[in-house]
């Protein structure tokens, strides 16, 4: 667990009675939103399991090990060992670590304690923020069956509402997430098809790499003829000729469209200094 000093600090505790157990939920303001986190070693104990084993277990996840945190929680019961700064895991992560605890390994009479646990403990833990209630004994459910009928049916109205304004924000936040998929595949495809074009329909376009290096071979083997003739170093010369005569400044300058022209410029020339025969570039 993290150390003290950078446990978090909650902005508000509350404590739920849980079917006679006080769960502990704390309010903390981290990052863009407030979370709510749970102390976690309460209700191990209260659940008859080692804290120990159970940490260890936390530890040995990779996700519930992340979400881990330290927190500072006042209100926590000294009796049953409870301490200021405590393991918790946001409440979101509850069910996750509670539905990890297999009933089949633990003692008979804990089973329909944990199973409780398991199916209802998230809810109660949430309604004490969301709707202020403190205790698990009657559930929303129950109350609604004892309500006035004009109330439930406004009630389950404005449920059907909110869960439609959601279905239409995660809907709307799928399409421009994939709008804007598209429109940057759109944008890659463009810039691609614009390279071809430049590759392809352009008829000031320089030689290839490969042309390049043709040109090149055929530019030494020239030089190299008139060298056994003049005994000087002719590349120099063999290379100017070429540019006076295609008007570039280099060799990888030369227009694509002129290449043909200028191996057939070059092998003439290898020819006339004496190579004979099929150039052999």
Request: glycine share 8%.
């Amino acid at each position: 667990m993290a150390d003290e000093q950078n446990a978090l600090v909650p902005v508000e505790e509350r404590v739920v009675d849980f079917y006679g157990d006080a769960l502990t939920a704390v309010l903390v303001e981290e990052g863009v939103r407030p979370e709510i986190y749970v102390p976690l070693k309460p209700i191990a104990d209260y659940l008859g399991l080692t804290w120990g084993s159970q940490y260890n277990r936390i530890q040995r996840d990779p996700i519930l090990s992340e979400a881990m945190r330290s927190v500072f929680v006042t209100k926590s019961n000294p009796e049953r060992g409870g301490r200021p700064d405590m393991a918790a895991l946001p409440l979101k992560f509850i069910p996750g670590w509670l539905f990890g605890i297999s009933v089949n390994r633990v003692r008979p009479e804990l089973r329909d304690k944990i199973l409780r646990y398991q199916r209802e403990c998230y809810d109660a833990l949430w309604e004490a923020f969301q709707e202020g209630r403190l205790t698990a004994e009657q559930s929303f459910e129950s109350l609604l069956e004892t309500a006035d009928p004009d109330v439930v049916q406004a009630y389950q109205i404005a449920r059907a509402v909110v869960r439609l304004a959601r279905n239409q924000v995660l809907m709307e936040a799928r399409l421009s997430g994939q709008l804007a998929q598209q429109q940057r595949q759109l944008a890659a495809h463009e810039v691609r098809l614009e390279e071809l074009e430049l590759t392809l329909g352009d008829p000031g376009r320089a030689i290839t790499p490969a042309q390049a290096t043709r040109i090149s071979q055929a530019v030494k083997a020239i030089a190299l003829a008139l060298g056994k003739t003049t005994g000087r170093n002719e590349f120099g010369g063999v290379y100017g000729e070429f540019y006076r005569r295609f008007e570039i400044p280099g060799y990888r300058e030369l227009p694509a469209r002129r290449f043909d022209e200028a191996m057939a410029f070059l092998a003439d020339w290898w020819r006339e200094v004496g190579g004979g025969g099929d150039a052999p570039f």
